[in-house]
């Protein structure tokens, strides 16, 4: 466990990185906070979301880290949680693992007096946090660039398909916790001092949900351009199969009757019956041909 303490004229900030059971009881006791509630905050898959109770004000947010593989595409697997406790006079925050974005926050805004108050340090706090969406939704529109040049200028991976929905299942999952996320931001209430801050937090959320919209509905145009390309090749394989049924139906016919062995078969005798049945098949295949280069088969 990693601990930060940091002492400013009007509030305390206590950082824990994985504290054990017996440390989250010291600082319960010693904030006039609820265990469960400390303890809670430590669940890996909790959501975003906000709570008030006993003048305490309660947050939990997500970063994404982006590092999910294609059989870990959950919550956990796409990010991590900071859990926030705070009042005008306390701020507490908990995760499990070191988040770099806090160690400069702590280094060059909350010791060097730029945030005077609690509030001021999670509006930072989650500025850092949604601008952690950022990276990974512009690598979603490379790898969606690389993916279009493949299905329309290039031949289409067999994988395409299975490309395009994990990228949709990952943006779809970052996309929920932004959703979530925006009842945190509204739960705020800045002073004057921290509105210009707080708006600012309020434009970078807006423009990650806007992102994700983008990029979804790109990746549902895509798709559906995808599965309409694979129809059309699929028309076009039946196609050419009903073009060589077309001429060998007719012919197969004839050589079925000429198959068949009856004694009493008048051609069979004739001198010139095979020749004439295989100029009839020429004939008929000509026939066919015409016929379909008038309906513009061929």
Known sequence: MAVKIIQQPNYKWIDLTNPSEEELHNIAEKSNLNYYNLADSLEPNHLPKFEAEDGINFLIVRII?????????TVEGLSNKVAIFYNEHTIITIHRIDMAFIDDIIEKFAKAGKLPTSTSIVIKILWNVLNTYNAPIIQVFNQLDDLEDNLFLKDTPKNMLQKIYLLKRRVNL??????????????????????????????????????????????????NIYISLSSQKTNEIMKTLTIFSIFFLPLTFLAGIYGMNFVFMPELKEKWSYPLILLLMVAITVVIYYWLKRKKWL
Do not use: C, M, W
């Not at 979804?216 to 895509?222: E, Q, R, S, Y």
């Open 65 to 73: 880290h982006g590092k999910s593989t294609k059989k870990n595409i």
């Open 174 to 223: 970052s996309r929920r916790i932004l959703v979530l996320s925006e009842d945190v931001i509204n739960s705020i209430k800045p002073t004057k001092a921290e509105s210009p801050a707080f708006h600012d937090l309020k434009d970078l959320y807006i423009k990650a949900a806007t992102s994700h919209d983008q990029i979804l509905d790109n990746l549902t145009n895509l798709l």
